[in-house]
C-alpha cells in the first residue's frame, strides 16, 4: 500500500506539490488552516500580484500546467526607473524574447487548488495545525467542530514563513534544529492603482520602481490593466518611515515630495496608504529542513526570503521539483528528503542573501547613471558573447542555474565588470575585443 503522505498548508508551494505529486501517480492528503479561499475570496477588488520566473515556470511545466497558467500572466520585459522628475529610464532584463511573468497570488493559488483537485488530491480546509507528535507520526487540528488529529508517515510542511510544522521540529525534547528569522529594518504597504479610463496608466510591460535612497516604490501590472503598487520604507527613523508618516498630510508630503507624477495618476494612493495594513519582512533560515527521517519543510516553512530579486515562490517551486525528482530517483522518501535537505538547503541561503543585496540595489542604485551604464555594459555582454557571459540576474531568473553557483559565478563577473567599467563613460566607447579577451582569458562558468 502507498505511504500516508500528508501535506500541512495548501498556499502556491503546497498546492503545487500536491499536484505534482498526484501527477506522478502518488495519493496525497493535504491540510490547510484557511477556509477555502475559491469560496470566500478575501482579495475581492485588491490584485497582490508576483513574478514567475524560470523555477516557477519549470514547476508548472513539470505539472503540466505552463500553458494555461501563463494566460493568467502579464509579460514584463524589463525595469522602467523614475525619477523624481518623472523623467523615466527602461533597463531591459534579459535577451531577445526573454522575459518575467506577472501574475496575481490569489488567481494562482486558486488555479493550483484547481489542478490538485482535479488531479485527485484529497484537500481539507479550516484545519489549522495546533501540534505534533513526531515520535507517533500523529498531527492535531483545530478546528470549530473540535479537534482531529490524523496520523501520517509521511509530513511536509508548507505552512508558510511563521510555520508550526517548522516550530514543531526546532522544539521537540532535544532538538538540534535551529532557526532564526532575520527582520528587514523596512516594512511595506500595498496601494492599488486602477486602469485608467483609456488604458493602462503605466506601461504593462515594466516593473516600475521609484528608487528614493531609503525608500522605494513599485508597480507590476495586473491582467485587467490595473497595477499593484509596493512602497517600502524604513520602519523608524527621522525621515520619512512608517513612524513618521502617520497622518494624512505626512502621507500628502511624503507622495508630494518623492512619487509626486505617482500621485498625479491616482490621487486616491494617499487614503489607500491611510486603510492599508503595514507588514514587515524577514528571511528565515533553519539549521535542518528534516527531522525523524518523515518531515521535510518547503517553501517559505523552510526559507522566507525578502522579496527583492522576486524568488520567494519560484525558490519554493524549485523545492518541489528538486524533491520529486530526488523521490524518482531512489523510491525512498526517507532518503528523498534526506537529499533535498543537503541540495536544496545552500541555494536556499544563497538566495536569501542575493534578495537582501538586491533591498540596496532597487532602493537606492538601480538610478545611481555608474550602475545604469554597468547594466548596459553587462547587457552587451550577454548580447555578444552568450557563449561566454550571462549575468547573476538572467542565470537566477531565466535559467535553473542552483542559486549557490549563480552566485559564485556573479562574485567574479563583479570584477570583470569593474575593469571593463573602471575608464568608461559611455557604453559606446565600450571595447568589444577587450571584452572578448578578458572573457576568453578566464576560466569558462562552469
Ligand atoms: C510583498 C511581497 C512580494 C513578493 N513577490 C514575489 C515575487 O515576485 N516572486 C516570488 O517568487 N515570490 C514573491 N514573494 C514571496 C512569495 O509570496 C512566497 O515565497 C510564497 O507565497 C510562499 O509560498 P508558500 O506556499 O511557501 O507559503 P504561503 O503562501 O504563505 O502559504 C502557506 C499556507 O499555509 C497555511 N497555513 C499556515 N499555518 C497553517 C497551519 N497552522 N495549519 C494549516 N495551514 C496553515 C496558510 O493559510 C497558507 O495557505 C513575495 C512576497 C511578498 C511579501
Known amino acids: ?26 495519493p496525497v ?36 500546467l505552463l500553458e494555461e497558467a501563463l494566460k493568467l500572466t502579464v509579460r514584463v520585459k524589463g525595469r522602467e526607473i523614475h525619477s523624481r522628475d518623472a523623467h523615466t529610464v527602461f533597463q531591459p532584463y534579459g535577451q531577445a524574447n526573454e522575459c518575467n511573468y506577472s501574475i496575481s497570488r490569489s488567481a494562482l493559488n486558486h488555479f493550483l487548488l484547481d489542478a490538485a483537485e482535479a488531479a ?20 492535531t487540528f483545530s478546528r470549530e467542530e473540535g479537534p482531529r488529529t490524523v496520523p501520517y508517515e509521511f509530513l511536509f510542511g ?48 515594466a516593473l516600475h520602481i521609484w528608487p528614493r535612497g531609503s525608500l522605494m516604490l513599485m508597480a507590476l501590472a495586473n491582467l485587467d490593466g490595473s497595477f499593484t503598487l509596493t512602497l517600502y520604507m524604513p520602519k ?13 498630510s505626512e502621507v500628502e508630503k511624503l507622495f508630494q515630495t518623492e512619487f509626486p ?27 535542518s529542513w528534516t527531522s525523524h527521517h518523515s518531515v521535510a519543510l518547503m517553501g517559505d516553512a523552510a526559507h522566507a526570503i525578502v522579496p527583492f530579486f522576486g524568488q520567494g515562490m519560484n525558490s519554493g517551486f524549485e523545492d518541489c521539483t528538486v524533491l520529486l525528482e530526488k523521490y524518482q530517483e531512489s523510491k525512498d522518501w526517507a532518503k528523498a528528503i534526506e537529499e533535498y535537505n543537503e541540495t536544496q538547503r545552500p541555494n536556499a541561503n544563497a538566495i536569501a542573501d542575493m534578495a537582501l543585496e538586491n533591498w540596496v540595489e532597487m532602493r537606492d542604485r538601480v538610478g545611481d547613471p555608474a550602475f545604469q551604464l554597468r547594466k548596459k555594459v553587462e547587457w552587451l555582454l550577454e548580447k555578444n558573447f552568450p557563449e561566454h557571459f550571462r549575468s547573476r540576474y538572467a542565470m537566477i531568473t531565466y535559467t535553473r542555474t542552483p542559486y ?27 571595447s568589444l575585443e577587450k571584452a572578448k579577451s578578458l572573457l576568453e582569458n578566464r576560466k569558462p562558468p562552469t
Not at 500621485?263 to 533553519?286: D, F, H, K, M, W
Open 158 to 205: 508548507t505552512d508558510g514563513a511563521g510555520s508550526r510544522v517548522r516550530n514543531a521540529l526546532t522544539r521537540f525534547p532535544k532538538s538540534e534544529i535551529k532557526d532564526s528569522i532575520e527582520w528587514l529594518d523596512a516594512d511595506y504597504k500595498e496601494l492599488f492603482l486602477p486602469r485608467g479610463p483609456q488604458g493602462p496608466l503605466l506601461s504593462p510591460e
Open 120 to 139: 485527485g488530491a484529497d484537500l481539507h480546509f479550516d484545519h489549522a495545525l495546533d501540534s505534533m507528535d513526531l515520535s507517533r507520526k500523529e498531527i
Open 29 to 64: 492528503t493535504v491540510f490547510e488552516k484557511r477556509p477555502d479561499p475559491r469560496k470566500a475570496n478575501k482579495d475581492v477588488g485588491r490584485s497582490i500580484n508576483l513574478v514567475v520566473t524560470s523555477r516557477g515556470l519549470y514547476g508548472l511545466e513539470c505539472a503540466g
Open 1 to 26: 500500500m502507498a505511504p500516508n503522505l500528508v501535506i500541512v498548508g495548501a498556499g502556491l508551494v503546497g498546492s503545487l506539490w500536491a499536484v505534482l505529486l498526484r501527477k506522478a501517480g502518488i
Open 236 to 248: 523608524k527613523g527621522s525621515g520619512f518611515s512608517f513612524e513618521t508618516v502617520k497622518t494624512q
Open 261 to 287: 507624477d505617482a500621485l498625479q495618476l491616482a490621487p486616491e494612493l494617499i487614503q489607500q496608504y491611510l486603510g492599508n495594513p503595514q507588514s514587515s519582512l524577514g528571511t528565515v533560515r533553519c539549521s
Open 404 to 430: 549557490a553557483k549563480a552566485q559564485a559565478i556573479g562574485r567574479k563577473q563583479d570584477k570583470l565588470l569593474d575593469t571593463l567599467c573602471s575608464d568608461l563613460h559611455s557604453p559606446e566607447d565600450l
